[in-house]
């Protein structure tokens, strides 16, 4: 069992930046594909982003492609979303998810594709 939290959500402008946080409870994520996804109000969980285990690359929502993005530099117990120029429309809970590395394909995009999830925390976007 891996137990993820989230944080670093709140309240910010737009055109303002957030950074989130995930962190695995006693493990790192060495062997996990981890993403992030969100939900807005009255709309389904949605693909963010996510970064793979097997040489580190990093995939994007359209939406969101050029302004978020997942550092490098994390502790190994932890994955970032570096939140920038932020828009009304990215207000929404933010979900962190981790799916075991194994010899499979990585649907990244595919909420299905992971086992673990975190409770979210709400990123709200004022004008």
């Known amino acids: 069992q891996v137990q993820l939290l989230e944080s670093g959500g709140g309240l910010v402008q737009a055109g303002g930046s957030l950074r989130l946080s995930c962190a695995a409870a006693?493990?790192?994520?060495?062997?996990?594909?981890t993403a992030w996804f969100r939900q807005a109000p009255g709309k389904e969980r949605e693909f963010v982003a996510a970064?793979?285990?097997?040489?580190?690359?990093?995939y994007y929502a359209d939406s969101v492609k050029g302004r978020f993005a997942i550092p490098a530099d994390a502790p190994e117990n932890t994955v970032y979303l570096q939140m920038n120029s932020l828009k009304l429309e990215d207000t929404a809970v933010y979900y962190c998810?981790?799916?075991?590395?194994?010899?499979?394909?990585?649907?990244?995009?595919?909420?299905?594709?992971?086992?673990?999830w975190g409770q979210g925390t709400q990123v709200s976007v004022s004008s």
């Open positions: 998810a981790a799916d075991p590395v194994d010899n499979t394909p990585y649907y990244y995009t595919r909420e299905s594709e992971y086992d673990y």
């Open positions: 006693g493990r790192t994520f060495s062997n996990y594909n």
């Open positions: 970064i793979s285990r097997r040489g580190g690359r990093t």
